[in-house]
């Protein structure tokens, strides 16, 4: 896992990314990639004008269960 705070959110390329739309909850944004999965937590540090208290956490090396939690489609 990696973590990046502030200026460096900017940095992340989410280029061959999705969104992950079914996640809801701690962070404001998922983006999905080959084997990886990506946090942002940007939008209270936006509202408050502290772009500083931006954070994206980076889960990489993931393989096909850690990306999709091991959940089959169609599972309710």
Not at 4 to 31: C, F, K, N, Q
Not at 35 to 49: C, I, K, N, P, Q
């Amino acid at each position: 896992m990696t973590k990046l705070v502030g200026d460096d959110v900017d940095g992340i390329e989410l280029d061959g990314y999705e969104p992950v739309s079914e996640v809801m909850g701690l962070a404001d944004t998922w983006w999905s990639g080959p084997d990886s999965l990506v946090a942002l937590y940007t939008g209270e540090a936006m509202s408050l004008d502290f772009p500083r208290g931006r954070i994206a956490l980076i889960y990489s090396g993931l393989d096909q269960w850690g990306l999709r939690g091991g959940v089959e489609t169609g599972d309710g």
